[in-house]
């Protein structure tokens, strides 16, 4: 039976009970009341939620009357930022400032306090211990730069169960990338999907000595599962997946022994899936939106803020035996997927598992319009590679039902620009304004 996932004792004592006495029931009402603390918070001090909540009644009697709140879009955050604070500005000790690209207006401010910053610390340290353990050493090739960034703060996580982080930041050379593996001894690595990839298709091309490597966390963007075993054979190690987003505190959730699913920081945040057409919820096992509510969080708190992120909860229990519930991984976000109709949608994730098999792919842009598909792939080995690539192309229903006419090009390999990767979308018919 694969190890119990650390997060089931950590949020047990958060909620005040044993491990044992950790239930379903127990969750909820402990969610329900930090839900009512939330509402409170909000209605004292946000003036936009004290207008959004304005003739709702003032505390829910149960988790599902959260259904009739209103949800927070992103254009909220954007729009109106400092309307949603709960606390006055010098309270504030991180504002993180999104890249707004592809969309208009200004960009996307999230602002958390230092106690905020501290549940993300004691997330990564209680998440992190999943895989990792006293004396183990981990590069963090995640931004780093600035106090209380995402790799700061899990640079100051490890320490506390032991163990050491090594700050490295965005791949963008791979050879002294894979050197400060080597000489750091690192036993661990936590890194996008394509930088890592990169790494470790260089680190064969280069000869370099295989690294003692015993766990590697993915996270930040869709998690192919054959980079996952191109990872995992190359290094002999074991790859785990993590969710969040910054407007979650960075941290959302991760896979524990069993891999089987995101467990998630459910003292901390409360998840919903809905319709996302009509914003209704969906049952266990349905595929929805996913939406989230803020329980401790006390700058900026966000009530059923829409992520765009499609998934589902998994039914029956996780092989680890914890009564935390299961979240299946993110394949794509509802505005990410071509077109809007027909029942084979193709998405980056589709494309993802199409390309990324082939050997000596590091990574590819995409850009679909109503009549075709352009693929542009950096690969090591460029050789059959554009006649590989249309063949894999050619089989997925999307691309066969929709007729697209397929272009590949191949370049010499690259490190890719930080970011997440998505499909570009050039034709309006078909699709939604995201
Ligand atoms: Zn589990």
């Keep these: 039976m694969p190890e119990l996932t650390p997060l089931h004792p950590w949020i047990a004592q958060k ?36 207008q959004k909540l304005a003739g709702l009644p003032e505390k829910r009697a149960a988790l599902a009357d959260l259904q009739a709140l209103p949800f927070t879009t992103a254009e909220d955050v954007r729009e109106r930022p400092l309307s949603l604070l709960t606390v006055s500005q010098s309270e504030i000790a991180r504002v993180v400032t999104l890249d707004s690209s592809g969309t208009s207006g200004p960009p996307k401010r999230l602002y958390f306090t230092a106690a905020d910053q ?25 931004p780093g730069e600035r106090p209380g960034s995402v790799g700061d703060l899990l640079a100051q996580a490890l320490p506390r169960l032991g163990g050491t982080g090594i700050p490295h930041g965005l791949v963008t050379d791979v050879a002294q990338a894979l050197g400060i593996l080597h000489a750091e001894k690192a ?4 890194g996008m999907p394509v930088q890592v990839l990169a790494l470790v298709r260089a680190s064969a091309a280069q000869q370099f000595p295989r690294p003692q490597l015993k766990s590697v966390l993915l996270t930040t963007d869709h998690v192919p599962a054959a980079i996952v075993q191109a990872v995992e054979a190359a290094w002999d190690c074991t790859v785990y997946n993590h969710y969040g987003m910054t407007e979650m ?29 009509t914003g209704e919820p969906v049952a266990d096992g349905t595929y929805g939106e996913l939406v989230f509510t803020t329980l401790t969080r006390r700058g900026m708190p966000l009530l059923r803020y829409r992520i765009g992120d499609i998934s589902r909860f998994l039914s029956g229990a996780c092989g680890c035996g914890t009564a935390l519930r299961r979240l299946e991984a993110v394949r794509f976000r509802w505005h990410g997927r ?6 084979h949608f193709l998405t980056m994730a589709d494309l993802d598992d199409a390309i990324f098999p082939l050997p000596g792919v590091l990574d590819f842009a ?51 620009p930080p970011g997440k990767r998505k499909l570009t979308i050039t034709s309006l018919a078909g699709t939604e304004p995201g």
């Excluded at 127990?26 to 009512?36: F, P, W």
């Excluded at 959730?253 to 920081?265: D, I, K, P, S, W």
């Excluded at 950096?378 to 590989?388: N, S, V």
Aim: net charge negative.
């Design 15 to 50: 909620i005040g009970c044993a491990p044992e006495a950790l239930t379903r029931a127990a969750i909820a009402a402990y969610q329900l009341d930090r839900l009512n603390e939330t509402l409170a918070l909000c209605r004292a001090r946000s003036p936009f939620y004290r």
């Design 118 to 142: 501290e549940l993300t610390r004691d997330f990564f340290h209680v998440g992190m211990a999943t895989f990792t353990k006293p004396g183990d050493r981990v590069l963090i090739l995640l």
């Design 187 to 190: 036993t661990g690595v936590v």
């Design 249 to 277: 505190g960075l941290g959302g959730g991760v896979e524990c022994a069993a891999r089987t699913g995101y467990h998630l920081r459910e003292a901390d945040l409360f998840f919903e899936v809905v319709d996302p057409q």
């Design 338 to 343: 071509f077109p809007h109709i027909p029942s």
């Design 366 to 416: 995409a850009v679909v319009s109503e009549t075709s598909l352009q693929l542009t792939v950096w690969a090591e080995d460029m050789g059959g590679l554009e006649t590989a690539v249309t063949q894999a192309l050619a089989k997925l229903p999307a691309v066969r039902e929709l007729g697209l006419a397929v272009a590949v090009k191949v370049l010499p390999g690259r490190v890719n």
